[in-house]
């Protein structure tokens, strides 16, 4: 008889992504276009829209590709730690797993609020964040206390930072090609799901870390520096266009 061992049933779950962006692309449908006026101007140019796809959106995808290989690495790395930490017989990390989505539910509240305080702010203070929730679980590999931390803090920044991807998207191509861009989207969030094991895995691999222990928590330092690298290089492109646009004026 065929059997399937625990991890590659866990990693098979993921398929439903692709049901689920199956389902998305069947269901949603394209944007119409009303008849053009004949006396208001007809160029994309004039009417402020793009008239193609901005590169810019394969960027947005990367991302959010890589935000959601974090938040369901950790996510998956959680229950082995703590067993490490609390021994074979602790049974508890489905507690703190449920709990994880509290943080989840509270950044999605209060993104409206920190975006009117903060404006684009709000996307450096969410990459902040979480990049000091994967801090808090590398170095939770000795520390329970940190682990939790780190695993329920992820949730909230992650719904600070995934609004902006979809706040773009209006900018970065034409109407009639909106629901393709957001469905590209949609696809970096499932795949970064479905691969974050496999990637993970691979990190561990680079950095000479075991699969086992301690060694789980090892790429979790490195996704934390890649986020302040993400947001430096965000902020490095905002200040070089912002300097641009005033030398220009």
Avoid at 77 to 93: D, I, M
Avoid at 140 to 169: C, D, M, R, T, Y
Avoid at 181 to 206: E, Q
């Amino acid at each position: 008889m065929l059997t399937v061992s625990g991890w590659h049933a866990s990693f098979l779950v993921y398929l439903l992504a692709f049901v689920a962006l199956g389902f998305f692309a069947w269901r949603v449908p394209e944007d119409q276009v009303g008849a053009a006026d004949p006396t208001q101007p007809t160029s994309h140019a004039a009417a402020g829209q793009p008239s193609q796809i901005s590169p810019m959106v394969a960027l947005l995808v990367a991302f959010a590709f890589f935000l959601v290989v974090d938040y369901v690495g950790m996510e998956n790395r959680f229950a082995s730690l703590a067993v490490v930490l609390n021994g074979a017989q602790y049974t508890g990390a489905a507690n703190f797993l449920s709990l994880m989505l509290i943080g989840a539910t509270l950044g999605g509240l209060c993104y409206g609020s920190l975006q009117k305080w903060l404006g684009f702010g709000t996307v450096y203070l969410g990459l902040l964040v979480m990049a000091l929730a994967n801090f808090l679980f590398y170095w939770g590999q000795a520390n329970f206390g940190l682990l939790v931390a780190g695993l329920l803090l992820i949730g909230f920044p992650l719904q600070l930072v995934s609004p902006l991807i979809f706040n773009l998207l209006p900018n970065l191509a034409p109407q009639h090609q909106q629901p393709l861009v957001t469905s590209l989207v949609l696809i970096g969030f499932n795949f970064g799901a479905f691969f974050s094991p496999s990637l993970a895995a691979a990190l561990n691999d680079l950095l000479g870390q075991p699969m086992s222990g301690p060694g789980l928590a090892a790429p979790f330092w490195v996704y934390g520096l890649s986020l302040l690298m993400i947001a430096a290089g965000i902020w490095v492109a905002r200040w070089s266009q912002s300097r641009n646009v005033v030398e220009n004026h």
